[in-house]
């Protein structure tokens, strides 16, 4: 990490492709927590009670600190609002690098994924994309809940509703930027305007439900990973009512960043097992297991590569 006034560059690793990162977080208009512009994010992020509003991009080469001088790209991150306390950047700086994945060693990915006929294909075409994950637990699940048997157009309609009614809103330099409702506000939003936005009873309550144990201190990502075991984390998850095997497994890929999570019964997977594989009907859940047998402990980044393959075709 160097510094250069209100900017920081971010190693990346060396098959890093920030441009399919742009492809993934530039899929919907209604988005409403970061902005693409260009070859850049916009993107506010709540640090030790104080708002900071980042710009993010590829860039250019640059010299990497070894002996051979080997030229790395790097992601360039920008202060919009004002350089920050050192505590703030060093957060700031983690969270990006959780959100974009640039920590992430792929090699036995591809190595796994050169073996297999379905795979393989898909990764050579997608290589260097990263798993862009949703570092905040609260907001990993809400999303997730918020996502249950609807498309995803839907969903991302209902996740700006909530945003919009219950988030913050900042303006710089005539950008809007949002932030995401913080734990305690969900938890005492009246069920009635919950549902006014579109949400079923039964999401509305279980929004709530996570809300109030986040807020209480009942629910953590620290207290999810403290004991070193997904299953133990998928299980506690499961015990939330509300919280299904599908939804608890996404969590586990893009916020808890268990590479080798897998949601067995997501409808995109199989969707895009169907197209690869030309078949007339979706596969059966069996044969999708069959299938993810051979892509441990990689199944959440197959997944993810996987689902890539639906925005381009």
């Not at 890093?16 to 994010?41: D, I, M, P």
């Not at 050192?86 to 994945?101: C, F, G, K, T």
Request: charged share 20%.
């Amino acid at each position: 990490m160097r510094l250069t006034g209100e900017q920081i560059l971010l190693n990346a690793p060396e098959d890093y492709q920030f441009e399919q990162a742009l492809v993934y977080l530039n899929r919907y208009e209604s988005e409403c927590l970061h902005q693409v512009e260009g070859r850049t994010v916009y993107k506010a992020l709540q640090i030790q009670g104080q708002t900071l509003l980042l710009a993010i991009e590829l860039g250019a080469e640059i010299e990497a600190e070894t002996a051979q001088g080997a030229a790395k790209r790097a992601v360039v991150l920008s202060f919009l609002n004002g350089r920050p306390a050192e505590s703030m950047v060093d957060d700031a700086v983690s969270y990006v690098r959780d959100w974009l994945d640039l920590d992430t060693d792929l090699a036995g990915f591809y190595e796994l994924s050169s073996q297999d006929r379905l795979l393989g294909p898909v990764v050579e075409q997608y290589r260097g994309l990263r798993l862009i994950g949703v570092p905040s637990l609260l907001e990993a699940l809400c999303w997730t809940v918020t996502g249950q048997q609807i498309n995803l157009s839907f969903a991302h309609t209902l996740k700006r509703r909530l945003v919009e009614t219950f988030g913050t809103r900042v303006v710089q330099g005539g950008r809007e930027f949002m932030l995401f409702p913080e734990a305690a506000v969900l938890a005492e939003a009246q069920l009635q305007a919950l549902q006014a936005l579109q949400f079923s009873r039964v999401k509305a309550e279980t929004l709530q439900r996570i809300a109030r144990l986040i807020a209480l201190g009942e629910l953590s990502k620290e207290q999810l990973l403290g004991s070193g075991d997904f299953l133990e984390a998928e299980a506690h998850l499961v015990s939330i009512r509300g919280i299904g095997p599908w939804t608890a497994n996404y969590v586990a890929m893009r916020c808890l960043r268990n590479r080798d999570a897998f949601p067995l019964s997501d409808v995109g997977l199989h969707n895009a097992i169907k197209r690869r594989l030309n078949l007339i009907d979706k596969p059966p859940l069996a044969q999708v297991e069959e299938l993810a047998t051979a892509w441990k402990p990689w199944r959440a980044y197959a997944t993810f590569y996987l689902w890539s393959t639906l925005a381009s075709s």
